[in-house]
C-alpha cells in the first residue's frame, strides 16, 4: 500500500434487484447514488463523478461567461463542452478559426474578476438559453441512445458550496496558472503561426511527405489535463520524421518548435501535483474539504490504479476512502 492506508467502511444495503440497491427509505438506484443518499444523511454533500465533473463546469464560468459580453450575447449554446478547447480556438490558440475573440489573456482574466455570488447568475442563464452538453454533465445513457444532459440538471447552491471546499478562486487560478498558463499558450501560437508560414510558402500545396509530416503534429497539440499523456506516435519519433525529410523552408524552425513542445508536454506529464489523477474514483463529495469516495460491491475488487489514486491522495491529506456494500438480509435489519 506504498505506506500510506486505506480507510475501508462497510456499510449494509437493502438490495432490489441485480443492478438495484436502496438506502433507508430512499427510492432504489444504482449502488453509487444509493451509497450517496447514506453519506447525504451523514452530512456530506456530493455526485457522482460519471455524471457530473463540477470543475469544468465551474472552469468554464469562470473563464467564458464571466463577463458582461457575454449576458449581452443572445447566443443559445455554448462555443465548446472541454476547457481547453477555450485556450485551443483562443485568437492565440492553435485551432483559432475566428469562433471566439477571447484571448488566453482575457479567459485567464475572467476567471480572476469571479466570485462565488456569480454562480447563480451565470447557471440561470444556462437554464434560460437551454445550455446542455459537457459542460454541464456527461450524457444520460440508455440502452438505445444518450441524451444530453441539461442546465437544469445543475443546482446553483449545490455548485457554489462545491466551489468553496475546493479552495475557492486560490485553487482554481493556480489550477489555471498550472494547466493554462503563458507558455503553453505561446507554443500554441507558435505551432499555428509556423504551419501558417509553411502553408503560404507552399501556396497551400504541400507536398505529399511533408503534408503526412504536419499532420502527425497535430498529435501533439498541447492538450493539458490532470491526467496528461502523449497521444498519438511518440513525439521523439515525429522530429525524427521531420529531421528524415529533405530541406524545406521552416525545416529547422519546425524542429525547435517539436523539441520545446516535447520538452513541455514532458514537464506536465512527470510533474507530479495535486491535480495528478491516476483514476476517476466513483463518488466525489464535500464538507470542508473535497474528497473521493471508491464504492465496491460484493465481488467487486479494487483495482491497481484506484488504489493508486487512493495512496496518493491520501499522501496529500485528502482523506478519500472506499466503501464495501454488502447486502443488508432480513436478519440484519
Not at 473521493?292 to 491529506?317: C, F, M, T, W
Amino acid at each position: 500500500m506504498g505506506g500510506h492506508s486505506i480507510k475501508i467502511e462497510d456499510i449494509f444495503l437493502r438490495r432490489i434487484e441485480r443492478k438495484l440497491w436502496q438506502f433507508g427509505n430512499s427510492p432504489p438506484k444504482r449502488v453509487e447514488l444509493a451509497v450517496l443518499d447514506y453519506l447525504q444523511i451523514q452530512g456530506w454533500k456530493g455526485y457522482f463523478s460519471e455524471h457530473f465533473d463540477f470543475d469544468r463546469t465551474i472552469l468554464i464560468m469562470m473563464c467564458w461567461c464571466n463577463r458582461q459580453s457575454y449576458f449581452d450575447d443572445k447566443r443559445r449554446s455554448l462555443p465548446h463542452e472541454n476547457l481547453n478547447d477555450y485556450f485551443n480556438f483562443a485568437t492565440d490558440g492553435f485551432w483559432n478559426h475566428g469562433l471566439h475573440k477571447l484571448s488566453q489573456a482575457n479567459l485567464i482574466q475572467n476567471a480572476e474578476n469571479f466570485s462565488v455570488e456569480v454562480i447563480p447568475k451565470i447557471l440561470e442563464s444556462w437554464q434560460k438559453r437551454g445550455v446542455k452538453g459537457l459542460a454541464v454533465g456527461s450524457p444520460y445513457f440508455s440502452k438505445r441512445d444518450s441524451k444530453s444532459r441539461h442546465a437544469t440538471d445543475l443546482d446553483a447552491e449545490l455548485l457554489a458550496s462545491f466551489f468553496k471546499a475546493r479552495g475557492g478562486l486560490e485553487y482554481y487560478l493556480d489550477y489555471l496558472k498550472h494547466f493554462h498558463g503563458t507558455e503553453s499558450q505561446k507554443l500554441k501560437n507558435r505551432r499555428k503561426l509556423l504551419d501558417r508560414k509553411i502553408r503560404k510558402a507552399y501556396n497551400d500545396d504541400i507536398p505529399r511527405e511533408l503534408s503526412l509530416v504536419l499532420l502527425d503534429g497535430t498529435y501533439f497539440q498541447i492538450d493539458p489535463s490532470p491526467d496528461n499523456h502523449v497521444r498519438g506516435k511518440n513525439i521523439s519519433s515525429w522530429i525524427g520524421e521531420i529531421s528524415n525529410l529533405s530541406y524545406f523552408d521552416f525545416k529547422d524552425e519546425l524542429i525547435k518548435l517539436a523539441q520545446d513542445l516535447q520538452r513541455h508536454l514532458e514537464k506536465l506529464s512527470t510533474t507530479q501535483t495535486r491535480w495528478t489523477k491516476k483514476a476517476d474514483l466513483d463518488l466525489i463529495i464535500w464538507k470542508d474539504s473535497v474528497v473521493s469516495v471508491e464504492i465496491k460491491a460484493p465481488n467487486d475488487r479494487l483495482r491497481p490504479h484506484q488504489r493508486e489514486q487512493l495512496e496518493y491522495d491520501n499522501k496529500n491529506g485528502i482523506h478519500s476512502w472506499v466503501i464495501k456494500v454488502h447486502e443488508q438480509h432480513q436478519t440484519d435489519r
